[in-house]
């Protein structure tokens, strides 16, 4: 089923391969600055949860836009799966605003490149979802699936950090918090998540029923 506002979804991933890009920049000066390679910047940049989904966000959107007829077109385009990438990037706002604003003051460039990655694309990411995704009838169970991909972050991350020695994030420290506690803060993440994902799925099925026949 194709998408309604193209343009909206054009702006979307522009914005997100844009924060993508100057983040990259930015991460490799600074780990080449601090004496580092830039393979290692590439390491450092492709830790965070952050990156990752915007990079979700970024693909889905320019597969659905430039090859539709594609299989990964195709794919992206259903709604389960754009609603999926939709309660993905708002996590991504979510968490940085209630657990990580505070924890850095970014300034210039970098202060650029965190507005456009953790607020500006989640929130026109949800606009996206909004505005472009047809209505479709989503079971309750959904977000069960849909949380593959932040539990797949999760075992990507603590493998990366039992390899590299750092964490990405401090609620998933292992090193100051031990697994326990990384543990426990990982499952009430997931509940928020779902609790998130549920409540897209009651909007879309509320938006399904007043849809016109």
């Known amino acids: 089923m194709p998408w309604r506002h193209p343009r909206l979804s054009l702006l979307v991933a522009a914005l997100a391969w844009f924060g993508l890009g100057l983040q990259l920049l930015l991460s490799l000066r ?7 390679t830039p393979l290692g910047g590439l390491v450092v940049y ?8 915007n990079l979700l ?26 609603t999926a990438v939709a309660v993905n990037i708002a996590l991504v706002g979510l968490t940085y605003h209630l657990l990580l ?7 210039g460039l970098q202060k650029l490149a965190d507005i456009t990655l953790h607020y500006a694309v989640p929130l026109l990411g949800v606009l996206h979802w909004w505005l472009a995704v047809p209505p479709a009838r989503m079971a ?3 977000p069960l699936a849909w949380a593959a ?13 039992l390899w590299l020695g750092t964490y ?8 100051t ?14 509940v928020v998540f779902l609790l998130v994902g549920l409540a897209f799925v009651a909007v879309a099925r509320g938006r399904l029923r007043r849809s016109p026949r």
């Open 168 to 175: 990405p994030y401090p609620f998933i420290d292992v090193a």
């Open 140 to 142: 309750w169970r959904a």
């Open 101 to 107: 604003r505070h924890v850095w003051d970014p300034q």
């Open 177 to 190: 918090l031990g697994y326990p506690r990384t543990l426990l803060n990982a499952l009430g993440l997931l």
């Open 57 to 82: 966000v970024a693909v889905s959107l320019s597969l659905a836009l430039w090859r539709p007829g594609s299989a990964a077109g195709r794919w992206f385009r259903r709604p389960g799966v754009a």
């Open 46 to 53: 492709l830790g965070y949860f952050t990156v990752l989904t």
């Open 149 to 161: 991909w932040p539990l797949a972050y999760l075992g990507y991350a603590l493998l990366r950090g």
């Open 30 to 36: 600074l780990v080449v600055a601090q004496g580092g």
